[in-house]
């Protein structure tokens, strides 16, 4: 009798031992899952795919809107517009976006906001019949691509700070982004009008998913601090990447604008202009990776100044030849030229802003580079119509002069601040 009380209680216990382990071995493999989703480069390709999603959907419009345009019966004017309103939603919206990071530490949920934001673009394009509908789609995107930016940058950085080669993570979310450069005109060309927004729509929602499981939330300002603009401002070293920032996407603006315009008037095809934009970003892609390398072994700064001063030359003799042949290694060294700075500023703000000054850098950062990507097509624009009649340097030609004047003068100023003393810690508020 005690034999058998004893071995039924050996049995019960058995039962309870493999019952425990029973629950204890989901909860475990739970556990390992969300270690490995909470894993740095976990959370970096997220940002790296968020930034993707965004940078390919510009590229999915582009072959669009001249079957817009006859859809609505709307003119260049009126689609150029239009299609502005991406740039002033993402300028609008990327200050108190970068505000709400910084005050709340939720970077993950304004990267998913921005993600479906940019379901909705979607959406809107699928759905539109006219102009207003294109403009609503713009404006979302453009408060969408914001969002992925300026949160996912600041958390990339976070995850950066331990890590020995900070430049090669960075240089992931310049691969991504000239990723989207590459296959985003790619995926615009397939089907019918409404075909590749249906796919951009999908993409998008994979990245909210991905956003609200992988990234990680934190609750309240880091370290408690919650920094305005104005004290970000007398941070020099991050006022060096903005100005960087600003000059390469001023530039780059021109470059979008004002060269298919001089490719054409001596005689591309609107297929070699599309094949030497798609070599400029393979090669801004490609030399990542060597790039990062460089901006580990001996910082941010010298990669950005040499890269800049490249750039000078490089945006001149593009307009001093006529043919394509002239052109391709042109566009391939700037690909290299542009590509660098991208990363290297985005290193320089990681490692000189403060503790809880991230968002609002980046914020900062964003802002400064949607102003110059709004001011470099219109101002080349303007300077190509008032110097039309000007022999040799006029018309098409000066935009590229004036910006490469421009440029060298800002590199000193871009040097002095990027090395000046490193601000004092702000202390928390209470």
Excluded at 264 to 293: C, M, N, T, Y
């Amino acid at each position: 009798m005690t034999e058998r009380v004893g071995h039924g209680d050996s049995a019960a216990a058995t039962h309870e031992a493999s019952s425990a382990a029973t629950h204890e071995a989901p909860a475990a493999a739970t556990s390992r899952v969300r270690r490995m989703l909470r894993d740095p480069h976990a959370v970096l390709a997220v940002c790296a795919f968020a930034v993707f999603t965004d940078v390919a959907g510009s590229g999915i419009i582009l072959p669009a809107i001249p079957e817009f345009a006859e859809l609505f019966g709307a003119s260049e004017a009126v689609m150029g517009y239009a299609f502005a309103t991406f740039a002033l939603a993402f300028l609008v919206s990327v200050l108190p976006l970068g505000r709400l990071v910084g005050a709340t530490g939720r970077a993950d949920l304004v990267v998913a906001g921005g993600m479906f934001a940019i379901v909705v673009a979607a959406l809107c394009f699928i759905r539109a019949d006219t102009v207003w509908g294109f403009v609503l789609g713009q404006a979302f995107h453009g408060v969408g691509s914001a969002g992925a930016w300026v949160a996912g940058q600041p958390l990339a950085a976070r995850m950066a700070r331990e890590k020995a080669r900070a430049g090669l993570w960075f240089s992931a979310i310049t691969i991504a982004m000239g990723l989207g450069l590459v296959l985003g005109p790619l995926v615009g060309a397939i089907g019918d009008l409404r075909t590749p927004f249906v796919v951009y729509g999908v993409v998008a929602a994979i990245a909210v998913v991905a956003s609200l499981v992988v990234l990680p939330g934190a609750h309240g300002p880091p370290d408690g601090r919650v920094i305005r603009y104005r004290t970000t401002f007398k941070n020099r070293q991050v006022m060096a990447a903005c100005l960087a920032i600003f000059v390469l996407y001023l530039g780059i603006g021109v470059l979008e604008v004002v060269f298919p315009l001089f490719m054409d008037r001596h005689g591309a095809e609107k297929s070699g202009i599309g094949v030497l934009f798609f070599w400029f970003a393979v090669f801004l892609v490609g030399s990542q990776p060597l790039a990062g390398r460089w901006m580990d072994r001996i910082g941010p700064v010298t990669p950005t100044v040499i890269a800049l001063v490249a750039a000078v030359p490089l945006f001149s003799l593009a307009v001093l030849g006529t043919s394509f042949a002239y052109w391709m290694p042109v566009f391939m060294l700037l690909g290299i030229a542009t590509g660098v700075p991208v990363s290297a500023t985005m290193m320089i703000i990681a490692s000189s802003a403060r503790p809880g000054e991230h968002a609002a850098a980046y914020a900062l950062w964003n802002f400064s580079f949607s102003v110059g990507y709004l001011i470099g097509p219109a101002a080349g624009g303007a300077l190509a119509g008032l110097s039309s009649d000007w022999p040799v340097v006029g018309g098409l030609r000066l935009p590229f002069f004036v910006f490469s004047v421009f440029a060298l003068l800002c590199v000193p100023l871009f040097r002095r601040l990027a090395l000046s003393r490193p601000p004092a810690a702000i202390p928390p508020v209470s």
